[in-house]
């Protein structure tokens, strides 16, 4: 039977489970956490603005990227590289994939291309404080195909 990892995360809590087939469960592989994602921006960020603008006039300076985005982008590599990591170990053969809309949007783009062609669900929900028993009747449907 094909071993088919479901990854359940927000932006500081992921979990990877394994499922070996219909009736099995689900095994946790791993946790992973990143508690700088859920701090606040203020707390992220060590000194303030810099100036900018002529002659000494303007406002400060914002940044492109909210420090909060920017650790949900780097827990989210952290994730893509466990699963790249997965799949070049032939640990999986298909993928579920288990997170809130923004965080989802950002999983996309930080999974590479053969990881991503085993991702045979999205569910855009946040199920990362579901039980193992809970979790795998409401994913059901994808689990057992």
């Known amino acids: 039977m094909a071993i088919t990892w479901i990854l359940v995360a ?3 809590l992921a979990k990877l489970y394994a499922n070996l087939g219909p009736n099995k469960g689900l095994t946790l592989v791993k946790e992973l956490i990143h508690p700088e994602s859920r701090q606040k921006n203020s707390e992220l960020v060590t000194d303030r603005s810099g100036a900018m603008g002529a002659n000494g006039g303007g406002g400060s300076m914002q940044p492109q990227t909210l420090p909060k985005q ?3 982008r780097v827990f ?3 994730i ?3 699963l790249y990591q ?3 170990a032939n640990a999986f053969k298909r993928a579920i994939l288990v997170a809130p809309p923004a965080f989802m949007g950002i999983l996309n783009t930080v999974i590479d291309g ?3 062609q085993l991702i045979s669900d999205r569910f855009e929900k946040d199920y990362t404080k579901t039980t193992e028993p809970e979790l795998s009747q409401r994913l059901a449907s994808a689990i057992y195909l």
Do not use: V
Request: proline letters at 6%.
């Open 10 to 12: 927000n932006a500081s």
């Open 70 to 72: 920017h650790e949900a």
């Open 76 to 78: 989210a590599q952290e």
């Open 80 to 82: 893509a590289q466990a």
């Open 86 to 88: 997965g799949r070049a």
């Open 114 to 116: 053969p990881t991503a």
